[in-house]
């Protein structure tokens, strides 16, 4: 039969050699000490607990062991009595790599001071990209209630099989089912709409007719597309036409930032809508409409609050999302909810709270506008506030979230693939968080940054005239630097 005859015979437990080699590495270790005239004075019990074994094992009485250490907290936050670094050694460290960046603009600021410790034209204004978000962000921030949601709304329609898909200027609710996450983070579903109506409407004709409601911006948002885009923007995935209402981010995947969009999200949220009503049967027609007066609410999901909606803005620089942010704050001081209107609502909130907003002109709120011009002194103007130390400033409270929304040096967001390892701004990776923007020959980066002696600062940097791939890695590295040197 197999196997007789050749019993194994059972090996030492693991623990049993584990323990024997200690034992074995003590020895050695006491003998050595003792050769060398080192005194050994620990107690039987006491050498084993030092070197992790049994007391019993050495022949020591058991103690209760002592009573846990109370652990020492080091993470805390950065103090403003680290030394601030000086012009001379900021100029040391920067205006080389400056040099090979082409029309380069911006300053770096002590936000515990307010002191403007190095600068490069700093007024002058540059072509922004997507740092455009930082003013509508802290526009959002300063007017809007953080704790604001927009709601994307079902209603009866003007007959009794009809619905309205009221806008609410939600550009995050989801096509997804619960449980699987979109690029949007806690956004709405539209399943959850749908269940809602559908319980309303128990008992009543099948819906045959969506109406779409975009009245909640001026003719539905205009021709949804701003001056100065490109007109391929929307196939390439980097934004779709701003209406009121739509799904995640008009987007053919929810899954991936930049990928094809529609070019008519009302309407498709608006038939997606009507499809999951019919759960198979007759699709509704779909058409442009006007919720009814007085109409009744068959149901009704919510945004996440503005203060994410920032922070997601600002992470992914979403450009469908930082153009709600922008038509929100022109709805609150009561401008027209367009582009125009957006970009003048921005303006005017930020010159409201005492941020320099000279030099500015927007024609848009996401800066993907080759049209937008803003100089390093807005940027600086919105984050050095945003950075101070909390005092009795009321805008250092209200601009905070902005820090929280910036991307991570290599971490996440659009910093996520940068700063790698063995690059020349890797000893910026995870201290550097910032802004990004990127156009074809406009580019930008704008945060704060940690001193090699723990002093924060504020940077801007934009660079015109000079393609990504050569200005990217170097305004990187121009905020590495600022990490690597005290600069004193």
Not at 286 to 294: D, R
Not at 335 to 346: H, I, K, L, S, W
Not at 376 to 393: E, M, Q, W
Request: hydrophobic residues 45%.
């Amino acid at each position: 039969m197999s196997g007789e005859g050749h019993r194994a015979v059972p090996a030492p437990s693991s623990g049993v050699r584990r323990w024997g080699l200690r034992v074995l590495a003590v020895a050695v270790v006491v003998a050595l000490l003792a050769g060398l005239g080192v005194g050994v004075t620990l107690s039987a019990p006491s050498f084993a607990r030092a070197v992790g074994l049994p007391v019993g094992l050495l022949g020591g009485a058991t103690a209760d062991p002592p009573d846990p250490a109370t652990p020492q907290l080091r993470l805390a936050a950065v103090g403003t009595d680290a030394p601030a670094p000086t012009e001379a050694g900021l100029a040391t460290a920067l205006d080389a790599r400056v040099a090979a960046l082409g029309d380069v603009t911006g300053a770096v600021i002590d936000p515990a001071t307010g002191t403007t410790l190095w600068s490069r034209r700093p007024s002058e204004p540059q072509v922004p990209a997507s740092v455009t978000k930082l003013l509508t962000g802290a526009a959002a921030l300063l007017r809007l209630d953080p704790t604001m949601r927009w709601t994307t709304t079902v209603v009866a329609g003007p007959t009794p099989d009809s619905i309205v898909l009221v806008g609410g200027g939600d550009p995050t609710l989801s096509s997804l089912p619960a449980g699987r996450q979109t690029v949007y983070p806690d956004a709405a579903r539209l399943d959850d709409l749908v269940a809602a109506v559908d319980a309303a409407r128990a008992g009543q004709p099948a819906v045959k007719r969506v109406l779409v409601d975009v009245s909640r911006y001026e003719n539905g948002g205009g021709a949804g597309v701003a001056p100065g885009w490109d007109p391929t923007d929307v196939a390439s995935g980097f934004v779709a036409p701003i209406v009121p209402v739509m799904l995640d981010g008009g987007r053919s995947d929810p899954t991936v930032l930049d990928i094809p969009r529609t070019a008519t999200p009302a309407s498709d949220a608006a038939r997606e809508l009507g499809a999951r009503l019919a759960e198979g049967g007759a699709a509704p027609t779909v058409a442009v409409g006007t919720a009814p007066p007085g109409a009744p609410v068959l149901g009704q999901v919510a945004s996440p609050p503005t203060t994410e909606l920032v922070r997601t803005a600002l992470q992914n620089s979403d450009n469908v999302l930082a153009e709600a942010l922008g038509r929100e704050v022109a709805r609150a001081v009561g401008e027209p909810t367009t582009f125009d209107g957006a970009a003048r609502a921005v303006t005017r909130v930020l010159d409201e709270a005492g941020i320099d907003t000279a030099g500015v002109t927007l024609a848009d709120t996401s800066g993907l506008s080759v049209n937008d011009r803003v100089p390093a002194t807005a940027l600086s103007g919105v984050l050095a506030p945003a950075a101070a130390p909390a005092g009795p400033d009321p805008r250092t409270a209200a601009l905070r979230p902005l820090l929280d929304g910036l991307p991570v040096a290599g971490g996440g967001g659009t910093l996520a693939d940068r700063y790698a390892p063995g690059t020349p701004s890797a000893d910026g990776r995870g201290w550097v968080r910032a802004k990004t923007g990127t156009l074809t020959a406009a580019n930008a980066l704008a945060g704060v940054v940690d001193t090699a002696d723990g002093r924060v600062l504020v940077f801007s940097f934009m660079s015109n005239g000079v393609d990504p791939g050569t200005a990217r890695p170097r305004l990187d590295a121009l905020a590495a630097a600022l990490h690597d040197c005290g600069c004193r």
